[in-house]
């Protein structure tokens, strides 16, 4: 079956460190998400991909980067980690178009200390 | 870009108690609106939709309703059982295109 999924499931690192979030699809979507969720916000848009070198800022995208360098792979940097970036970090994918039901990983959770 | 509003931000009602969690958003060309349900410590996941060129949409006892021209949009459940405590979101989508933006999220807590 096809599934997206997010590794790690748990993360704690050090204010300053960079850090890497994976996402994989198999799902074959061209479209691809990363959100932030925070008590009292929902889900925040940080980055998204409509394809293979395409990627866009979001909603709050100032410390994030992602690159797309394939159609199953989103991966989110953090480049200097900072407390304000402990979130839980859903990854998603989407067929292309508009109107389409997007899947979402497991989630991963990041604590900045 | 668009903005959406969700409310209220929790709500709680007795098992068999109907439901309903309201949201507008601002981009008069959305013509997608997807509710996802996030159950605690899970992803969230789609549980129904509406297309701009429908007015209402049924799924057993989970329904939304769509207004236009007000721009708002609502989901509807009956007959609530515990295993519908959750948190839902509505989401729509920005200028059109895929990527969603969420409203913030109801907290439902059905008490058997």
């Known amino acids: 079956d096809a599934e997206i999924t997010q590794s790690p499931r748990h993360k704690i690192t050090e204010t300053g460190r960079q850090v890497t979030l994976a996402c994989h699809q198999t799902?074959?979507?061209?479209?691809m998400f990363w959100y932030r969720q925070d008590l009292g916000h929902g889900l925040r848009l940080i980055h998204y991909s409509y394809g293979v070198h395409d990627t866009n800022k979001g909603e709050v995208s100032d410390g994030y980067s992602v690159s797309r360098s394939n159609t199953e792979d989103l991966p989110l940097t953090l480049e200097s980690a900072a407390s304000s970036q402990t979130s839980v970090y859903f990854c998603?994918?989407?067929?292309?178009?508009?109107?389409?039901?997007?899947?979402f990983g497991q989630g991963t959770r990041l604590t900045v200390v | 870009g668009e903005n959406v509003e969700q409310h209220p931000s929790t709500l709680s009602v007795q098992e068999g108690d109907s439901a309903v969690i309201k949201c507008t958003y601002s981009d008069s060309a959305s013509n997608y609106f997807p509710w996802y349900k996030q159950e605690l410590g899970k992803r969230p996941q789609l549980i129904i939709d509406?297309?701009?060129?429908?007015g209402e949409k049924k799924d057993q006892r989970i329904a939304v309703t769509l207004n236009k021209t007000a721009k708002h949009f609502s989901l509807h459940i009956t007959e609530t059982q515990p295993e519908d405590s959750a948190v839902y979101f509505c989401?729509?989508?920005?200028?059109?295109?895929?990527?969603?933006?969420f409203g913030k999220g109801t907290m439902l807590l059905v008490s058997p």
């Open positions: 509406i297309r701009s060129n429908v």
């Open positions: 989401a729509a989508p920005s200028s059109g295109y895929s990527t969603l933006t």
């Open positions: 799902w074959n979507h061209n479209n």
């Open positions: 998603a994918s989407s067929s292309s178009g508009t109107g389409g039901e997007a899947f």
